[in-house]
Nanobody, 123 residues
Framework: QVQLVESGGGLVQPGGSLRLSCAAS????????VSWYRRAPGKEREFVAS????????NYADSVKGRFTISRDNTKNTVDLQMNTLKLEDTAVYSC????????????????WGQGTLVTVSS
């Protein structure tokens, strides 16, 4: 029953704001790096932002720096993405990704993907 569930997508006008949430079910985000990716129609999937659940170190794509903020809540086992001053080019399916920050005894990393939530920026 390991799952990542995204929520908060919807329709928003240019310049508006939206808050996405990624919730882990069946496991804890502890010792994981959680990221947001997006895929626009006709384009390849691209990295948006990431955060280490331990320490809180963040990273952002240049296209969203200063507009998007990723945050974590270790108690609730969730990761949010606050999106401000949205642009038309932000329209995409946003997906949550979790990768274990430590390899297991076989040198492998666990990786999980959510199903995604649609964000549409339009007038």
């Amino acid at each position: 029953q390991v799952q990542l569930v995204e929520s908060g997508g919807g329709l928003v006008q240019p310049g508006g704001s939206l808050r996405l949430s990624c919730a882990a079910s069946g496991f804890t985000f502890s010792n994981y790096v959680v990221s947001w990716y997006r895929r626009a129609p006709g384009k390849e999937r691209e990295f948006v932002a990431s955060i280490h659940m331990i320490g809180g170190t963040t990273n952002y794509a240049d296209s969203v720096k200063g507009r998007f903020t990723i945050s974590r809540d270790n108690t609730k086992n969730t990761v949010d993405l606050q999106m401000n001053t949205l642009k038309l080019e932000d329209t995409a399916v946003y997906s949550c990704n979790a990768v274990s920050s430590r390899a297991d005894m076989w040198g492998r990393y666990l990786k999980f993907w959510g199903q995604g939530t649609l964000v549409t920026v339009s007038s």
